[in-house]
């Protein structure tokens, strides 16, 4: 693949405003939308248990068992990665009383169930956020939330749980992002902070409802999937900044805005859009800080970027298509073609 870029980027001239604050209207009315948000706080259940002994963090652990069923579980084996055991042994219990009392993970346990002690805020924005989604689908399955630690930012477990890790937006200052090993990027630890949890979860529940289904397909199907989200994202959260949808700074957003041709022009000159090389996909629609033959000023992840304004275009071209039109199509060269994309 050539990797030279094309001297154009270095000669942009900002001359319009950046999109990335001048957001379309998407708002709906869903005052009459009716969503009974049910959530659990297995964080503090969990965190609880360091502050017992072995012998007495047994009877709570096996509460939290009958409680949660499966997803404790799922919880033990693959997020603690320790043995599930039966019922009635007490060397589960001794296992991760062991493990929730080592100085280090208490401390960050400790820390979020105090910051997080209270997340009436969250909610409301998550029953926002979820009656949008019955707004557009009314078919959608209202999940329980779930609030957790140590694990991914938030995840579906099947569809009646939404779990949400809240050790993972604790902010860009918090000690513990900046001492584990190997260190986690820049790029990714200004992420970390209370702004991304709904847009995260929303997120994780666009992909659950809309699953990307990979079967040897193309780099355009990628970008046209990865814009497709992103533009659902705005109708579900639609107060909600681009930059928080989308991942990127408001600095990328406006370095992306300006430079859209030349980043499309990129993409042509180098015959990506029907890659099929998976390693091609990587640098494209993964997070990195930034994209390789690009300038340095380039974000990672254009491609998510690209496919979302190819969408955007396709939807101002073709206003017969309504969202769920948009989210059931899965031809992604037929909204390339019919977008008519040429920044």
Not at 123 to 148: C, E, S
Request: hydrophobic share 40%; with cysteine; charged share 20%.
């Amino acid at each position: 693949m050539n990797k030279i870029f094309i001297p154009l980027f270095t000669l942009a001239i900002f001359i319009s405003a950046c999109s990335c604050n001048s957001k379309k209207n998407y708002e709906v009315d869903v005052s009459n939308i009716k969503v009974d948000l049910k959530t659990e706080r297995f964080d503090k259940q969990f965190d609880s248990l360091a502050h017992l002994t072995n012998a007495d963090a047994h009877t709570p652990m096996m509460s939290m068992h009958n409680k949660y069923g499966d997803f404790f579980r799922f919880y033990v084996q693959e997020i603690l990665v320790m043995n599930f055991m039966s019922d009635t042994s007490h060397a589960m219990a001794d296992s991760m009383v062991v493990f929730l009392k080592n100085p280090y993970y208490l401390r960050v346990f400790d820390t979020t169930v105090l910051v997080y002690n209270n997340v009436d805020d969250i909610n409301a924005q998550l029953t926002n956020g979820f009656k949008h989604f019955v707004y557009y689908f009314p078919q959608a399955h209202i999940p329980t939330v779930v609030y957790y630690l140590n694990g991914p930012r938030a995840f579906t477990y099947g569809d009646s749980l939404l779990a949400i890790g809240l050790d993972n937006f604790m902010g860009e200052n918090f000690w513990f992002y900046h001492a584990v090993q190997p260190p986690i990027p820049q790029f990714l630890i200004r992420r970390l902070r209370k702004e991304y949890i709904v847009p995260n979860a929303m997120e994780v529940m666009s992909t659950n409802l809309f699953p990307y289904i990979d079967d040897g397909k193309k780099l355009i199907d990628e970008l046209i999937y990865k814009g497709k989200i992103i533009y659902l994202l705005q109708h579900i959260l639609p107060q909600t900044p681009d930059s928080l949808l989308t991942g990127f700074s408001q600095t990328d957003l406006k370095w992306l805005d300006n430079n859209e041709s030349e980043v499309w022009k990129f993409y042509l000159k180098n015959n990506l859009l029907y890659e099929s090389d998976p390693m091609v996909f990587k640098i494209f629609i993964n997070d990195a800080p930034n994209t390789s033959g690009m300038p340095p000023e380039a974000p990672g992840n254009t491609g998510s970027w690209v496919g979302w304004r190819i969408v955007q275009k396709f939807m101002s071209e073709n206003p017969n298509y309504t969202l769920q039109g948009l989210m059931h199509e899965e031809d992604a060269q037929k909204i390339l073609t019919l977008s008519k994309y040429k920044p």
